[in-house]
């Protein structure tokens, strides 16, 4: 009667454990129990709705209070912004002190109200990890493709490794959507601490897609269609110093 008793619990518990098998994959836990990553935890503060009134500041005032309302290291590119004319040597380092324009009328996504103060200067953010850097729109481009990542994946669709990127990177990572299925062709990759853009084109490699770069996005598709818009592709325009009044 015990050993009946015994077989049908094995019984039992190995149904139970096939039935769970999908739900936990080869790590042992669900899928929802996944760490954001510091840029998702970056990118969701700053989706957050608020009122901002900044009139008449200058732009590292902002910046500085910005970081201690919002509790995300904001950083700005002295070094980007010495080349294009907005920050100069002081006695102190670097400073700037160009006055900004920022105010909402009614609560909107922070990303969108400082990138539109940043707009009047040629001037983007781009997020790193946890950093927020404000930035020339080429080196911000440059600094996120060049960031660190690792990949340890086997046999895993490509789509799927690829929106992973997307998301612990912030980057604009886009897949062609009139690939279809050729966006699920499997690939295997293991590499560590290489740079974003080379770690993309060897999966989309491994695919047999082409990753191509288009403004601050880096788009995937088939090889005959990225080579078209290479071609169309304009060259990335650098700004200049802006001139200020009463001289160069």
Request: charged fraction near 25%; aromatic fraction near 4%; avoid cysteine.
């Given at each position: 009667?015990?050993a009946?008793?015994?077989?049908?619990?094995?019984?039992?518990?190995?149904?139970?454990?096939?039935?769970?098998a999908?739900?936990?994959?080869?790590?042992?836990?669900?899928?929802?129990?996944?760490?954001?990553?510091?840029?998702?935890?970056?990118?969701?503060?700053?989706?957050?709705?608020?009122?901002?009134?900044?009139t008449?500041?200058?732009?590292?005032?902002?910046?500085?209070?910005?970081?201690?309302?919002?509790?995300?290291?904001?950083?700005?590119?002295?070094?980007?912004?010495?080349?294009?004319?907005?920050?100069?040597?002081?006695?102190?380092?670097?400073?700037?002190?160009?006055?900004?324009?920022?105010?909402?009328?009614?609560?909107?996504?922070?990303?969108?109200?400082?990138?539109?103060?940043?707009?009047?200067?040629?001037?983007?953010?781009?997020?790193?990890?946890?950093?927020?850097?404000?930035?020339?729109?080429?080196s911000g481009?440059?600094?996120?493709?060049?960031?660190?990542?690792?990949?340890?994946?086997?046999?895993?669709?490509?789509?799927?490794?690829?929106?992973?990127?997307?998301?612990?990177?912030?980057?604009?990572?886009?897949?062609?959507?009139?690939?279809?299925?050729?966006?699920?062709?499997?690939?295997?990759?293991?590499?560590?601490?290489?740079?974003?853009?080379?770690?993309?084109r060897?999966?989309?490699e491994?695919?047999?897609?082409?990753?191509?770069?288009?403004?601050?996005?880096?788009?995937?598709?088939?090889?005959?269609?990225?080579?078209?818009?290479?071609?169309?592709?304009?060259?990335?325009?650098?700004?200049?110093?802006?001139?200020?009044?009463?001289?160069?």
């Open positions: 009667m015990f009946q008793v015994r077989v049908w619990f094995l019984a039992l518990l190995m149904v139970w454990a096939l039935s769970h999908s739900v936990f994959g080869g790590s042992g836990e669900p899928p929802a129990a996944r760490e954001p990553s510091p840029a998702e935890k970056t990118r969701k503060i700053l989706d957050q709705s608020m009122n901002l009134d900044y008449g500041r200058s732009l590292q005032e902002v910046v500085q209070h910005l970081k201690e309302k919002l509790r995300v290291n904001i950083v700005l590119d002295m070094g980007a912004l010495q080349q294009v004319g907005l920050a100069a040597e002081e006695n102190n380092g670097a400073g700037v002190s160009v006055a900004v324009s920022l105010k909402s009328e009614r609560p909107g996504k922070i990303r969108s109200a400082i990138q539109r103060m940043l707009n009047a200067y040629n001037l983007t953010y781009v997020i790193l990890d946890d950093t927020v850097l404000i930035t020339t729109e080429e481009l440059n600094r996120q493709l060049r960031q660190r990542v690792s990949v340890s994946v086997a046999n895993v669709p490509f789509s799927t490794v690829f929106r992973d990127l997307a998301r612990n990177t912030a980057l604009n990572l886009i897949i062609d959507p009139r690939l279809g299925r050729e966006a699920d062709a499997k690939v295997s990759l293991q590499l560590d601490d290489a740079a974003l853009e080379t770690t993309v060897l999966l989309a491994m695919a047999n897609l082409k990753s191509v770069r288009l403004g601050n996005v880096l788009f995937i598709t088939n090889e005959s269609r990225a080579e078209k818009l290479r071609r169309e592709e304009p060259p990335l325009v650098v700004p200049g110093p802006l001139l200020r009044e009463g001289g160069g």
